[in-house]
């Protein structure tokens, strides 16, 4: 990928925002490796190799969930969004704007 994660010249970004953009850049890479074993897993009749592949993908959404929890752990409002998504029961539309509305708590909270 190279630097192309950037829309602004690097050299005016920040240390941390350069740190946030390659941890961006990776969670899509793990999506799109979940992704890949997902359709490999689908087709191949082998049973031994799929196997192999269902361990792959494991070690996948392992990757995808540090590189998400370090983003999260730095950047607050998501953060709070995802704590009112994330593994709750119910609705998901219904608990997404509940997390909208904490988002904007927070807002009127920093100011």
Known sequence: MGFEQYHEPAQELSAETRTFARLIASL???CEAINWYQQRISVEQDPEARKIMQHAQ???????????????????????AAQRILFKEGDIIENAEKGENAVEELDKEEK
């Open 58 to 80: 494991e070690e996948e959404f392992l990757h995808f969930s540090m590189d998400l929890e370090f983003l999260l752990r730095r950047t607050p409002k998501w953060r709070v």
């Open 28 to 30: 899509q890479e793990e």
